[in-house]
Nanobody, 124 residues
């Protein structure tokens, strides 16, 4: 059984920073691309950032939504199956539940997994 568990969310004033973490655990053989998505109240889930497995000198190739470029940074720790999202200059429109996603090759199957989400709130 593979699990993704996010942490690091909370309430932060506009202009502040938060760092989200996602820990993948279970009978994992390998993890392919990973990403962060978010869903604001009453809206559809949207992509925030993704990072590939390998490339760009093995750090991974990154991709960002236009709305977070220059403010958010995605990174991963391959050895410990961790994913991070450093969020700077947070704005009220960043308020949402943030979800971790990973393409996992495990002992039971090969598929995408989602975490349970962590709330980020930036008051206006």
């Amino acid at each position: 059984q593979v699990q993704l568990v996010e942490s690091g969310g909370g309430l932060v004033q506009a202009g502040g920073s938060l760092r989200l973490s996602c820990a993948a655990s279970g009978s994992i053989f390998s993890i392919n691309a990973m990403g962060w998505y978010r869903q604001a109240s009453g809206k559809q889930r949207e992509l925030v950032a993704t990072i590939s497995s390998g490339g760009i000198s093995s750090g991974g190739v990154t991709n960002y939504a236009d709305s977070v470029k220059g403010r958010f940074t995605i990174s991963r720790d391959y050895a410990n199956n961790m994913l991070f999202l450093q969020m700077n200059s947070l704005q009220p429109e960043d308020t949402a539940v943030y979800y971790c996603n990973a393409g996992v090759n495990s002992s039971s199957d090969d598929r995408n997994y989602w975490g349970q989400g962590t709330q980020v709130t930036v008051p206006s």
